[in-house]
């Protein structure tokens, strides 16, 4: 099952109490406090794991909790520190602080880690507290109560390429050719309940994934049909592969097929409506004569590859030509955030 969203309460463990204790030992008069401190609180953090796919382990489990930290205790030894709690979840989860109402972190990378509530700090005992003018002090501090939170986690798909198109365009059977995915396939509209992740390999060690995004529909950015639910997954992935049938048996036209998700994508988010976009005529086998193909080709004027997953025609030249297109966008987001840490380099010189 794939999960995307989750709320959760974190609360971090609270601080030990201090200690009020005095030394009692046989032949040494006048002894002194030694309340030890209490142990400070666990704290929870959150960390982006590969491997975990989805948010599933926080449908049945809503609260989390570090362990409290333990009370000081005499001869000046403090209490045991709580112990932290590590929440697992997927990289690409974006974690939300629903009180504030605000982006705590976003997890875009394996092995990201970030602190989501500080266990309290333990209490001073009465150790602490001696002094020249209060020799037998008989109080200690209790410890302070850990962070709580309540979080909201959605998760955003991480891939290179993103396959995009309506119902049965042939997204899932594409991925199934082309990587050791195996989404469910089958010949009526919304078999794709789910986003699929593929990992395309090719020569010399290459590889980039793929995501298949369940088809989308007009006024999906509205909430129509599954898409809406979905399309944030896009927004993750570097290139749209925007996949048409141009063979369809209901008669649709193909043209104006390829105009509804693209207005779908643009109404919501301009993000998406810029991303660099590559189409794929599919099912070229119910078009050996290519006629409807020159047709849609004539009247798009613009460039198209096309394909049969069926067949197996073109597979490797689409795989090709998407492994060049990542490469580029990642040579330029290197690019780009080499220029920023320049900036922020000589921002930092210039202000020292």
Known sequence: MFIDEAEIFVEAGDGGNGCVSFRREKYIPRGGPNGGDGGHGGSVFITAKAGVDTLLDFTGKHHWRAGRGEDGMGKECSGKKGEDLHIMVPPGTIIHDMDLDMVLKDLSEPDQTVCVARGGLGGYGNARFASATNQTPRFAKPGKPGQQRHLRLELKLIADIGLVGLPNAGKSTLLSRISAARPKIASYPFTTLKPNLGIIELSDYRRFVVADIPGLIEGSHAGQGLGHDFLKHIERTRIIVHMVDV????????????????????????????????????????????????????????????????????????CERLWQEVQQVRKAEQESEQKQENKDETDGSDSD
């Open 247 to 318: 063979s369809s048996l209901d008669g649709a036209d193909p043209v104006q097929n390829y105009h509804t998700i693209r207005s779908e994508l643009a109404q919501y988010s301009e993000v998406l409506a810029d991303k660099p976009e590559i189409i794929v005529v599919s099912k070229m086998d119910l078009d050996p004569e290519r006629e409807k193909l020159e047709e849609f080709k004539e009247e798009l004027d613009c460039e198209v590859m096309d394909i049969s997953a069926v067949t197996g025609a073109n597979l490797n030249q689409l």
